[in-house]
């Protein structure tokens, strides 16, 4: 809050500026900056593009506006305003190559980006982020001690670099199988969903030769950020498999039809955070980076998870015409993603995921009640257990621990 209350400041000095030179480049500029520094990313453009107008010859701003480009993603602008700048003194020379290093790692291109990185170290041998990206692809092909002689020598040179902190996590992360680390990276991504080299650095070391695992990823962080489209498209599915309620309610039972309606309203509109598990640990599971996706404890309940919506499909499959059987077998789907969403919702301390389990209790009630045959309440019992056991389990070896 100070910060940005001196970023005010600023501004206001750099309104007073203009208003008497209203086309000295320099003051948009520093304006483009301190409204960056407040996540004003379109004003910041418009102004550093002010500041182009003024003084196109002026490779700083372009440098400058090639930056926002590259933080946020719109990678081709980048690539086109680099290909423009023609650096004239070595300070320009170094901003171009570190952005064109970058960028390159933005795109996969590891071999362009490390060569960009030792032109920049060639001209300033005190360059933490070229160290950093040296380190991180050296990382990329398996180089382990190389990167870390690189990445700590950036922290040697700036301590407060992210870049280089973040790919010097992600090194222990890789080789060492250890559940701290795994627990890390899903504070890090809590606490800060928005960091730019955590999400694209994170995506391109771990997705880099999978483009499913990549797709993957950013379903996870969807899932993090409670993406609200999401949430609009499992509202509409919810509405519209209500009128099968209706509809059996109309044939004369309205508890069975509701309750089917909403187990299969809810299996649908969430099936795709099922099915994410699963996939996932079929291709990654021999995989070299398997351990900064998925621990030992996410392998398992994926095992569980897949018998359970085998045997709800089953189900469903071999008793099309018996509506109760329907019931079970949607329940079973449903149930089979509980406990990733339970483990997630632990990792990453959501809450208001708890609430979802009151739904689950209640479908496995109704459930039981349309089939009424005992053996099948065990996989349930085993759920529940499961749901009591867990985070009783994860205190006590908290406590243990300490």
């Not at 910060?3 to 948009?28: C, G, Q, R």
């Not at 170094?94 to 060639?122: G, H, P, T, V």
Request: aromatic share 14%; with cysteine; charged share 20%.
């Amino acid at each position: 809050m100070i910060e940005l209350k001196k970023f005010d400041k600023a501004l206001v000095s750099i309104k007073m500026a203009l208003s008497e030179n209203p086309e000295e480049s320099v003051y948009y500029y520093f304006a483009s900056i301190c409204h960056l520094e407040k996540d004003n990313i379109t004003l910041a453009k418009e102004l550093i593009a002010e500041a182009i107008f003024y003084d196109p010859d002026e490779n700083i701003y372009k440098l400058h506006l090639a930056s926002i480009y590259l933080q946020h993603d719109e990678l081709k602008e980048c690539t086109s305003l680099l290909n423009e700048i023609l650096p004239i003194n070595e300070d320009e020379i170094e901003q171009k190559l570190e952005l064109d290093a970058f960028l390159a790692l933005r795109q996969e291109d590891f071999k362009y980006s490390e060569k960009q990185a030792k032109k920049i170290i060639e001209i300033n041998p005190q360059n933490s982020n070229a160290y950093g990206i040296l380190g991180f692809t050296q990382l990329i092909v398996g180089s382990r001690i190389k990167a870390m002689e690189h990445i700590r020598f950036a922290l040697e040179i700036a301590p407060e670099n992210d870049f280089a902190r973040y790919v010097f996590l992600l090194n222990q992360i890789i080789h060492n199988n250890i559940e701290s680390s795994h627990k890390q990276v899903f504070n890090f991504l809590a606490e800060e969903p928005n960091n730019q080299f955590y999400l694209e650095g994170l995506k391109l070391v771990v997705l880099s030769k999978k483009q499913l695992s990549r797709i993957i990823l950013k379903f996870r962080i969807l899932v993090a950020r409670h993406s609200k489209l999401i949430q609009r498209v499992y509202g509409v599915v919810f509405r519209i498999l209500l009128i099968v309620a209706y509809f059996f309610y109309l044939n004369g039972n309205f508890l069975f039809g509701f309750s089917t309606a909403l187990l299969f309203a809810h299996s649908i509109g969430t099936f795709p955070f099922k099915t994410v598990p699963f996939v996932q640990n079929l291709f990654l599971i021999n995989s070299k980076f398997q351990r900064l996706i998925i621990s030992k404890t996410e392998i398992i309940l994926s095992f569980f998870s897949l018998v359970m919506a085998i045997v709800g499909i089953y189900t469903i499959w071999s008793n099309f015409g018996e509506f109760r059987w329907i019931s079970f077998g949607l329940t079973a789907i449903y149930i089979s993603g509980m406990p990733f969403d339970y483990y997630y919702a632990i990792q990453l301390k959501y809450k208001t995921q708890f609430m979802g389990f009151a739904f689950v209790a209640i479908s496995i009630f109704v459930s039981l009640l349309l089939v009424n045959d005992a053996w099948l309440a065990l996989p349930y019992i085993l759920i529940i257990v499961l749901l009591i056991c867990y985070p009783l389990w994860k205190r006590g070896a908290s406590i243990k621990a300490t």
